[in-house]
């Protein structure tokens, strides 16, 4: 699998590359250009000279030699030497280097590093110039390299700024994506337009699926919690006539019916009562808040549990002020203790006040959890292997329940490691200032 890569590096390289490859082609194809012009002047410049010396030895081929000396010598700055063949290509006068080229016009002469051109026989005699081949074309051609690896690097310095700008639009729209709470219920802000065709057309797709998104979640909890809440009165009129016939009947084994029938009743109110919270969204959960004494409701929560189950557990002296709805915090405390009970055989309970939140912990002594499952035990209906192989009773939404109610005062969930084994249950919560209100127990 290839590496992950961010966006503004894919541009950035690819910015360097084009511009790099961008300098070559232009630097390759002046040097070629600018060889060719240089090439062309040397050779117009040597047939010149040719040209001359041709005039000069037809007008006086009795001292060919001489004429060719002399001409020599007053071009002698300009690098070029003159020789003088005969029409069948004997050497007559001249730099003996020079050999007579094949055609009339200019090449190069392998034999040595020279230019050399030559014009049509006069008199029966050929006029050729020769100098030295140039380097241009060697130096311009090093140049144009150095141009392309000059013009990348600094296309490399300039890119990353450069990509950055071009990707901050779309940073700023992930941006504002990732703070969309869609339990808000509010329309989702994506922020201002940026004037970039395609991420504004992106930020409208995106702000339309949002909402499609949001609606259908609505939907969904409306439906749960209309479906819980129809089903709670029925349970409870079912439940408080099964408790009347159990009193009024005489018949024992009736009675030991009716009363599993009523715990079964009451089982399954208290699965629809969950159901109806975890149905609730988040932005309704904490409409009515309240100022809540931690401790305070952890004693409310031990008071109402059977003495026996009482003498298991161990609550904190430690205190925090929550600012929220005191029924869904009460819930969620008796659910994470009722855990720990249903687990261990001693519980207990801790809290304090740690950067700005609130910590409860709940610790039980029971086989703990095993790590690769210390996230899925917050699913909805999730129950572990040591759960179902116990059949120990519960349908999986006690965990879940506290990460909502959590998450719904600000805060969060999470199971830690005991150090003495079991399991160590972390609740997180928003603290508030105990001096804005009295706290409720």
Known sequence: ?????????????????????????????????????????????????AVILSAIIAETPEHLTKAVDDEENEIAHSGIVLVAFSEDGRFLAGDQRVALPMSIGCADDERVPLRVCRTPPSAGIVAVAASPRSLAAPMLAIAALAAAVLA?????????????????????????????????????????????????????TLRLLIARVGLALDQAHRFAASAAHELRTPLSAVSAE??????????????TDLLRAQRKIAGLATLV??????????????????????????EDVVAMLPAADRERIRTS???????????????????????GLKFGHHV?????NEDGLAILQIDDDGPG????????????????????????????????????????????????????????????????ERASATPSG
């Open 1 to 49: 699998m290839p590496p992950e890569t961010s966006l503004v590096r894919r541009v950035a390289w690819g910015s360097a590359l084009g511009a790099s490859a961008a300098a070559l082609v232009a630097a390759l194809s002046t040097s070629a250009l600018g060889a060719f012009l240089l090439l062309g002047a040397e050779d117009r410049r040597l047939q010149e000279a």
């Open 152 to 204: 990348g690097l600094v296309g490399l310095l300039t890119s990353f700024p450069v990509a950055r700008w071009l990707i901050a639009p779309l940073s700023r729209l992930r941006q504002s994506i990732a703070e969309i709470d869609i339990e808000t219920g509010l329309p989702a802000s994506l922020g201002p337009t940026e004037h970039v065709l395609e991420v504004d057309a992106l930020r409208e």
């Open 242 to 255: 099964l408790e009347l016939l159990a009193e009024s009947t005489t018949i024992d084994e009736t009675r």
């Open 273 to 298: 009562e969950r159901l109806l919270i975890l149905a609730t969204p988040r932005r309704a959960s904490t409409d009515d808040s309240e100022i809540v004494s931690l401790r305070d409701l952890l």
């Open 317 to 339: 002296e430690g205190d925090a002020v929550l600012k929220g709805d005191a029924v869904l915090l009460a819930t969620m405390a008796s659910n994470a203790i009722s855990n």
């Open 348 to 352: 207990t309970t801790e809290v304090r």
């Open 369 to 432: 959890i095993p790590v690769d499952e210390r996230e899925r035990v917050f699913d909805p209906f999730f129950r572990t292997d040591d759960a179902l192989r116990r059949r120990l009773p519960g349908h999986g939404l006690g965990l879940a329940l506290i990460r909502h109610i959590a998450q719904t005062h600000g805060g969060d969930a999470s199971f830690g490691t005991h150090p003495h084994g079991g399991a160590r249950l972390e609740i997180r919560l928003a603290r508030a």
